[in-house]
T-cell receptor
């Protein structure tokens, strides 16, 4: 079956703009998590959605937000972009529920902020 | 989640077994050991996980010591395509703050040589 799909794969924005990234999970998966990867901080957890509700969140400012739709697709938004937001943004899906086992990651969206 | 310690880098000859160690001395009874790898510019890939028994799948074997304070990931016949960063992660599977969250360290850069 199809894996996790993230769009767009690459994008360039300027400081102050906002960006929306999309993630389609594996069919049947109800949980979607988002991660940021930078050379300096490595992979860091942003937040997780299940059944259209945010269940968990990491330590990121409020400029980072997300949502999940009834078909489990998810979007994340970053407003008022800063240079430090340049990163690979990864989405991962899992079956969800109380047991949160292995996560399956997409290829990521690489954001460059100029 | 318990902290893990991994060597920053390791080398392995193609066709030989690659043994990647991980220390997790503060692991608690309900925490699992997970292994993921990330090949350059791709999303992390789930490899294997276990609680206290040794586990094997088509990709690798996981050996967990009896006191559960350390583990070893074994790639039985390493190939050039196994060159990647390998992450050892300890986490509970029972919801709450673990929903969708993996705490990645710096991992081990495994280089497989011809």
């Amino acid at each position: 079956k199809a894996g996790v799909t993230q769009t767009p794969r690459y994008l360039i924005k300027t400081r102050g703009q906002q960006v929306t990234l999309s993630c389609s999970p594996i069919s049947g998966h109800r949980s979607v998590s988002w991660y940021q990867q930078t050379p300096g901080q490595g992979l860091q957890f942003l937040f997780e959605y299940f059944s259209e509700t945010q269940r968990n969140k990491g330590n990121f400012p409020g400029r980072f937000s997300g949502r999940q739709f009834s078909n489990s697709r998810s979007e994340m938004n970053v407003s008022t972009l800063e240079l430090g937001d340049s990163a690979l943004y990864l989405c991962a899906s899992s079956t969800g529920g109380e047991y949160t086992g292995e996560l399956f990651f997409g290829e990521g969206s690489r954001l460059t902020v100029l | 989640d318990a902290k893990t310690t991994q060597p920053p880098s390791m080398d392995c000859a193609e066709g030989r077994a690659a043994n990647l160690p991980c220390n997790h001395s503060t692991i608690s009874g309900n925490e699992y050991v997970y292994w993921y790898r990330q090949i350059h510019s791709q999303g992390p890939q789930y490899i294997i996980h276990g609680l206290k028994n040794n586990e094997t799948n088509e990709m690798a074997s996981l050996i967990i010591t009896e006191d559960r304070k350390s583990s070893t990931l074994i790639l039985p016949h390493a190939t050039l395509r196994d060159t990647a960063v390998y992450y050892c992660i300890v986490r509970t599977n029972l919801g709450g703050t673990s929903y969708g969250k993996l705490t990645f360290g710096q991992g081990t850069i495994l280089t497989v040589h011809p």
